[in-house]
Structures are given as C-alpha cells and as structure tokens.
C-alpha cells in the first residue's frame, strides 16, 4: 500500500511533463515559468508579512482567521512554483496533494471569512473612532474639570457664566442650574469690578490675568477671591477659563492687621502727646500753683469790696481756669488727675438740664427722659465738662434750632453693669467716613473755630474713668452719644457720717524745688499756725532728719533734682516712723503712685489753701501710721 501511494507520488513514469503541451515553445515554456516564480514568491511574502502583523499586534480579536488567510496563501505559492516545475518534470502527484491542502485550507478560510463578515461590518470606520477619541478626550476633560479640588469656571467675554466646576459651586454654594448663563454681575455685590479694558486686551492676545474680585456666596455673604483667567479658543464662541482662589481669610488678616497698625500708630502718638501733654502740664501746674498760693495771700491782705480785692478775684478765677485748660490736656492724653465719687444720675442730670437751658440758648430745647436713672463712680467735675462737650456740640449741629436729649439707663455688657448716658440731637449728622475720624485728635469740621479735641478729652475721660465712648449718627438726621460709666449699687451710695475735726498744729518740713511754692505755701502754714521748716530738694530736707530735726508732717514735691519725693518719704520712714506724710505735685503721669508707701496722701496741683486744709486734716484724722 504504501509503495503504491510512493509509486503514485514520486514516480512520473509514464507520465507527460506540461511543457509537451506547450509544444516546448521557449516563449511559452519561460513565460509560465517566469510568471509562476513571480506569483509564488509574491504569495510567500504575503504570508510573512502578515505573520509579522498578527504576532505584533496581540490586540486583535480575530487572530485565527488570520493564520488561515496566511496559510492558504502560501499553499497558493507553493502550487503555482509546482507549475513551474510540472513544466519540465511531470509530478503531478506531489501537485496533487499540494491542491487538496490548498482546497482544505481555501474552504475553511472563505467560510471563517463569511462566519466573521457581520463582526467585520461592525467594527467602526476611522471618523467613528476619531469622534469616539473627541468624545473620550472630551469627557476625560470634564470629569477633570467637575471634579477639579481648584474652584474652577468658565465665562464668556461678555460676561455670561457658560460652567462652573463642583468645588466653584460648594465655595460658593449654589446650585449647577442657579449658575450657568447668567451675568457673573448677578453673582457679584454692587459695585464689583470684572477685568477692565487693558486685562481684556492682554485676555484677547491669549495673555492670562489676574484680578482680585468678590463673589456674592449664596447666604449673602462677601466672598474675596483671586481670578486667574485665559482664552480658551478664538472666534465668535470664545471663552475664558478661569480660576478662581479664596482669599477672604487673607483679606480679613490684612485688614485686622492694617488695624493693628493703626491702632499702633494711634497708640504711640497718643503716648506721644501724652508725655508732651503731661510734661506741659507739670510746669504749668507749678506756676499755677505760684500764682494761686500768691493770690489768696494777696487777698488776706486786701479788705472784701476793694477794687485791689476784686482784681485779685478775678486773676484767681483765671488761674482756676488754666487749671481746666491743664485738666483738658490730661483728659485728652488720658492722664488727667480724676476724683471720682459715687454720683445719682437722676439729680445730676436734672442740675445738667438747667445748665444747658441758660449755656445754649432759646433756639434748642433740652428734654430730660424721666427714667431711672442710675449711680455710677466718676469725677463729677470732669464728667459735667464732658456733657457740656457733647451739648455745644450738639448744638453747633443744630444751628437752627432744634432738641437736645438727655438720659441715663441701666445696662448690662460683659457681665457687668453699667450707666449709660445719652446726648442726642436732631442736627445734621455725620456721614460715615466723619464718623469714622470724629474722636481723632485734632480733627474738626468746625474750621479755623474747632479744635479737634473735644471728643478726644471726652473720650479720653470715659476711658481712664473705666468707660467708653459710642457714637451713632445719620446723615440728616442727627447723632446720638452714648457714654459708659461704671455702674454702682444702692449700698455703695450711702455716705458715712464725717468724723469730727481733730485741731491743726506742729511741725512741718514743707520740700518742693520751686522757690514761690516754698513762699506761698510756707506763708499759708505759717498763718495757720504750723511751724514750718522750708527745703529746696529731697537731698536738703533728708540731712535735716538725719540732723535729728523732728517733724510731725513731712509735705513734699515729687519730681525733683536729686532724690525724688517718693523716695524721700521712704527714707524718712527710717529716720522718723512717727511723723506723717502728703505729697503735693504737677506731675501728670499717675504711675509714680505704686512707689508710695501704702496710704500716701496725694494733692495735685494747682490747689488752693482749702485743699490743703482737707488734706491734712484727712491725715490728721486717719490712721496713717509711720510715714506713708
């Protein structure tokens, strides 16, 4: 059998080459041969090429079906260089077999063809997969822009919002829908400014810009944000893509510290004029003192009803009055000397109404709110030149005449209570930015008339008095004072009855560097039946103890050259425990008191002999042990 099958494969015996068919014509024997060779070595080729294809490209889904195509075009080769060789040597067996295989392989590939046909009709065309890439790429960018954690929006040039990203919609807290195509204006406060012209030509070179704007949040608020936009795409649908940074945490910590900084500054020139106020205030009052001490010595000597007399009346009532210049310059710079004491505010205000009646004139009508009035703890001197402040104020704002309120009204703030009193009248008002400077220093809208201190010192007393000062005001339609005292009981208010006078006399070591205080307060003492023993510094009156002098009263200056008065009582402590101890001074800054030894008498000057009087009889009748 298979000798038969070799016989019949490898033995052409019998058999006629093709070439006899072609009547061994050269032209058509090398014609077949040639074209045969050059089909068959094109056929080989495909299949290599698409070999190569199908390893490289392991992606492909129907890979066999490929093979297939290879093989059956490779058999198609090797049949047509059979031809070839059929032409001179008659093996049609070997051709025979190659046939078959080529109809196996031929049969299977066409029906593997028409059994992918349908799946091969359904792949995409290359536009549907460059719209299928578009969209792809497109969606990719959306999500990205979605769900950007930047806050993120687009608008067009005439200001129409065309997208937002989900983190623009939580900072700002709207909705998709709220948002997109409206002006970006109706999302913005009043007022905000968008790019102006010069960012809109750098926008429509394809520049990016930057622009500080405030956004409108849904709630209400304002929020500060930094917009950084850029052209998108040219043409009638350009758009802006912008982003967008909350800055408001920023702004509000530029702002506090912009009000830092002011604060500061106002502060350090507050302390400024401070020193320079108490520094002025010093010296006057130690010439004040002079003319006031030489004053009441002048009029002991002049008979009640002369003319001498009368002048010296009213040279006195001038020194008074320098004295509340120096009071007013403190009260500005917060430093003036106060004595407060428990005032009903009831009757005070009452006494106040009739003062403003007579000092303002026909043409305002002053009403007192009968309330119930509180107590509070102030210098009622410098809290009636404070009110009386407030009212000429009032009135220069009511230069037609109109009301001028008073009251006084319990409340409550930080736990506490408090007095608060009101001026308030129907004047012009202020606007917001005179509102803003009505307490600086030296700032008036009365002209070369005002002097930009008023509300300073009343402010200035509120303050050292443990208070403050409130303002409200409408243009047109006046403005109302608010001033905040503290606040004192029923109990706090009942007076305790005077002690009984204890007699004046002894010894007194009076030590002051001014030579005219020395003079006329000597003289005073001297007159009222004291002993006096006069030193020009704390270093002279100090040897004098340590000499052995004794005194009963040791009356001192404090700012001196050499060793102050504070530090000279402390030393006469050592030297005398027994004698008692009064500082009198023009020394404005108050701090010096903490190096007093405890229950030191103070009398600031300028004083007048009844003052003196009440000191000393206030440590005459006090327990006041060793010196201080």
């Known amino acids: 059998m298979m000798a038969d099958v070799s016989r019949w494969l490898f033995d052409p015996a019998g058999l006629t080459p093709h070439g006899f068919c072609l009547i061994w014509e050269p032209g058509l024997i090398w014609a077949h041969a040639l074209a045969g060779f050059a089909i068959g070595l094109a056929y080989f080729t495909i299949p290599v090429a698409l070999a190569v294809f199908a390893r490289r490209r392991r992606d492909l889904v129907y890979r066999p079906v490929i093979w297939l195509f290879a093989a059956f075009i490779m058999l198609c080769g090797v049949g047509h260089w059979l031809d070839i060789l059929t032409l001179w040597v008659p093996a049609y067996g070997i051709q025979a077999v190659v046939k078959v ?20 009709l359904a792949l995409p065309s290359p536009a549907r997969l460059r719209a299928a890439d578009q969209a792809l790429a497109e969606s990719r960018r959306r999500a990205s822009f979605e769900h950007s954690p930047v806050p993120l ?27 997109v195509g409206r002006p970006l204006t109706d999302l913005q406060p009043a007022g905000a400014t968008g790019w102006d012209s010069g960012q809109r030509r750098l926008l429509e070179s394809g520049e990016s810009c930057e622009s500080e704007q405030r956004f409108l949040h849904a709630d209400g608020r304002i929020v500060d944000a930094l917009v950084t936009a850029r052209l998108e795409h040219k043409g009638a649908d350009a758009n802006l893509s912008c982003v967008l940074v909350d800055i408001t945490a920023r702004k509000r910590a530029e702002a506090a510290l912009r009000t830092s900084e002011e604060m500061l500054r106002q502060s350090q020139k507050m302390e400024a004029i401070g020193r320079l106020a108490a520094g002025v205030a010093h010296d006057f009052n130690n010439i004040l003192q002079s003319i006031v001490g030489a004053l009441e010595l002048v009029l002991d000597e002049l ?20 004295s509340s210049l120096t009071h007013h310059m403190l009260s500005y710079a917060r430093k003036q000397i106060l004595r407060p004491r ?8 009452a006494d106040m109404q009739k003062l403003l009646e007579r000092t303002l004139g026909p043409h305002i009508t002053v009403i007192l709110r009968p309330t119930a009035a509180p107590s509070t703890l102030a210098d009622p001197g410098q809290l009636q030149t404070a009110l009386l402040n407030l009212a000429i104020n009032a009135a220069h704002a009511m230069p037609h005449g109109g009301t001028l309120t008073l009251d006084a009204q319990r409340r409550s703030y930080g736990g506490r209570g408090w007095a608060c009193l009101r001026v308030a ?21 009365k002209g070369l008339e005002g002097t930009g201190l008023g509300l300073s010192m009343v402010q200035g007393f509120a303050e050292q008095s443990g208070g403050r ?15 905040w005292l503290p606040m004192v009981s029923a109990e706090a208010q009942l007076v305790q009855p005077a002690a009984v006078p204890r007699p004046l006399k002894g010894r007194i070591l009076l030590v002051d560097d001014s030579a005219d205080v020395l003079l006329t307060t000597g003289s005073y003492l ?11 510094s704390g270093d002279r009156a100090l040897a004098l103890l340590k000499d052995g002098m004794v005194f009963d009263v040791l009356i001192t200056d404090y700012a001196m050259a050499g060793i102050n008065g504070a530090d000279l009582i402390v030393e006469a402590r050592l030297l005398l425990p027994s004698m008692r101890a009064l500082m009198i001074t023009g020394f404005a800054d108050l701090r010096y008191t903490d190096l007093l030894p405890a229950g030191t008498l103070v009398l600031h000057k300028p004083f007048q002999r009844k003052d003196l009087a009440d000191a000393l009889q206030t440590i005459v009748q006090s327990d006041q042990k060793p010196v201080g």
């Open 526 to 536: 001297e007159k009222a039946g004291f002993e006096v023993v006069r030193a020009e």
């Open 342 to 349: 428990n005032i009903a505010l009831g009757p005070f205000l």
């Open 101 to 120: 295989a080529t109809a196996l392989v031929s049969v299977a590939t066409a029906i593997a063809l028409w059994w992918v046909l349908p799946y091969l």
């Open 425 to 445: 009248d129907t004047g012009t008002g202020m606007d917001a930015e005179t509102l803003a400077h009505a307490v600086d220093p030296f700032f008036t809208t």
């Open 469 to 483: 000062l409130h303002l409200v005001s409408v243009l047109g339609e006046g403005t109302t004072v608010e001033l």
């Open 303 to 322: 008979p009640e009803g002369t003319t001498g007399y009368e002048y010296a009346g009213v040279a006195l009532d001038a020194a008074e009055r320098g």
């Open 153 to 179: 929006f687009t608008q067009t040039f005439d200001g129409l919002v065309t997208d937002v990203s989900n983190s623009w919609l939580a900072l700002l807290g709207y909705a998709h829908g709220e948002v």
